[in-house]
């Protein structure tokens, strides 16, 4: 998947999707070999979320990034499957 359809699905379940780390970020999505960014990303939201003096907070929290991936993942396996639905339309269709 791209990342503009990775964002198209984020935006289409109400997520605001940024290019960079800031205090308000709730989630970071990322590829597997994301690297160094990756990492400055999680220290960033770590520090965020070490600087949250309430303990329902942080919980809270925490809740919005485990709802926003696994939002990421239901549309990832979605879009996973339309798009193999798609191929395999277009296989028949153009198959003598």
Do not use: C, W, Y
Request: aromatic fraction near 2%; hydrophobic fraction near 50%; charged fraction near 20%.
């Amino acid at each position: 998947m791209s990342r503009e359809q990775a964002q198209a699905l984020l935006e289409q379940a109400g997520a605001k999707v940024a290019g960079s780390v800031s205090k308000k970020t709730t989630g970071v999505i990322a590829a597997e070999a994301a690297g160094s960014k990756l990492d400055k990303a999680l220290a960033a939201i770590a520090e965020h979320a070490h600087a949250i003096e309430n303990a329902n907070q942080a919980a809270l929290f925490r809740e919005k990034l485990l709802k926003l991936a696994a939002t990421a993942n239901g549309l990832a396996d979605t879009l996973m499957s339309a798009t193999e639905a798609v191929g395999a339309e277009h296989a028949r269709l153009v198959s003598p």
